[in-house]
């Protein structure tokens, strides 16, 4: 079955450190995202992707980075700069071009800051 | 500014009962609108979608919404919930040629027996 695959789906961290969130999909989707959730804020958006090696900040960017190297695959890594990481993270994919389909989500990173 | 607003934070429905979630929003010109819904540690789920044309679209789940643009609102409506719509539901929007989805902060509804 076609799907998006985050993994891990928990992972604790210390501060200082850096974390890299993985996001697959076997959806053949061009656009891909990441959102942060938190209780009673809804999905903010970090990061989005319309096509392999291109991606744009989102309204939450500064300290994460991503990377789209290959179409299936778009990797967040959480910095050190963050300065609240905390959360749940969502990672997402639509096709066709922009606002023109529902977002797919998968099920979800946690993180935790020691 | 473009937002999306679901005024009710928390809900509470008996079961059998019928159930109105609300959602206004304010953009700049007709979006496509979404109703998601998220059970506890997992992902967001597609309820129904808007495009255009019918303003009573269905969904899956016995969900349905109807767009009225006078009133910039998207509700989403079910007749009778069942304990297994206990659940957090998100309305959201996007423009068309745009890749913000802007989501509302949610409402989590309990069902009670």
């Known amino acids: 079955d076609g799907g998006i695959t985050q993994s891990p789906k928990y992972l604790f961290r210390k501060e200082g450190q850096n974390v890299t969130l993985s996001c697959e999909q076997n959806?053949?989707?061009?656009?891909m995202y990441w959102y942060r959730q938190d209780p009673g804020q809804g999905l903010r958006l970090i990061y989005y992707?319309?096509?392999?090696?291109?991606?744009q900040k989102g309204d939450i960017a500064e300290g994460y980075s991503v990377s789209r190297e290959k179409k299936e695959s778009f990797p967040l890594t959480v910095t050190s700069a963050q300065k609240n990481p905390t959360a749940f993270y969502l990672c997402?994919?639509?096709?066709?071009?922009?606002?023109?389909?529902?977002?797919?989500f998968g099920e979800g990173s946690r993180l935790t800051v020691l | 500014a473009q937002s999306v607003t679901q005024p009710d934070i928390h809900i509470t429905v008996s079961e059998g009962a019928s159930l109105e979630l609300r959602c206004n929003y304010s953009?700049?010109?007709?979006?496509?609108l979404f109703w998601y819904v998220q059970s506890p540690g997992q992902g967001l789920q597609l309820l129904l979608k808007?495009?255009?044309?019918?303003?009573l679209v269905q969904g899956i789940k016995g969900f349905e919404a109807e767009f009225k643009r006078s009133q910039s609102s998207f509700n989403l409506r079910k007749p009778s919930v069942h304990w297994s719509d206990a659940a957090e539901y998100f309305c959201?929007?996007?423009?068309?040629?745009?890749?913000?989805?802007?989501f509302g902060t949610g409402t989590r509804l309990k069902v009670l027996a």
């Open positions: 953009y700049g010109a007709t979006p496509y």
């Open positions: 992707s319309q096509i392999v090696n291109d991606f």
């Open positions: 997402a994919s639509s096709r066709g071009q922009g606002g023109t389909g529902e977002l797919f």
């Open positions: 808007y495009f255009s044309g019918d303003t």
């Open positions: 959806l053949n989707h061009d656009a």
């Open positions: 959201a929007v996007v423009g068309s040629g745009t890749y913000k989805y802007i």
